[in-house]
């Protein structure tokens, strides 16, 4: 099992900045990746980033592109999500996950999911 927890969500202005982290505790060794997925109101589970365990190889999103970058920390088991020039469309509840496939995958390619933390972006 694999438990993830994520924390840095809040409210901020359009073109602002906020850091996501996620903490991973459990078996953590046997997932190859972490991903980061968001989900709006009315709108289905997508696909932000993920970076894969060995060589942190990073794939991220084309909305998200050059905006965001996922980084992690293997020695502290965690993940973080740098979100800069936010925009209102980047508004929804983020979730961290973690899985064996590296790529961009759909969700349910994902073994373990966190609770998720709200951003807010206001214009």
């Known amino acids: 099992q694999v438990q993830l927890v994520e924390s840095g969500g809040g409210l901020v202005q359009a073109g602002g900045s906020l850091r996501l982290s996620c903490a991973a505790s459990?078996?953590?060794?046997?997932?190859?990746?972490m991903g980061w997925f968001r989900q709006a109101p009315g709108k289905e589970r997508e696909f932000v980033a993920t970076?894969?365990?060995?060589?942190?190889?990073?794939y991220y999103a084309d909305s998200v592109k050059g905006r965001f970058t996922i980084s992690r920390d293997n020695a502290e088991n965690t993940v973080y999500l740098q979100m800069n020039t936010l925009k209102p469309e980047d508004t929804a509840v983020y979730y961290c996950?973690?899985?064996?496939?590296?790529?961009?995958?759909?969700?349910?390619?994902?073994?373990?999911w966190g609770q998720g933390t709200q951003v807010t972006v206001s214009s």
């Open positions: 996950a973690a899985g064996q496939k590296v790529g961009i995958m759909p969700s349910g390619a994902y073994d373990y």
């Open positions: 459990g078996r953590t060794f046997s997932m190859n990746v």
């Open positions: 970076i894969s365990r060995v060589f942190g190889i990073a």
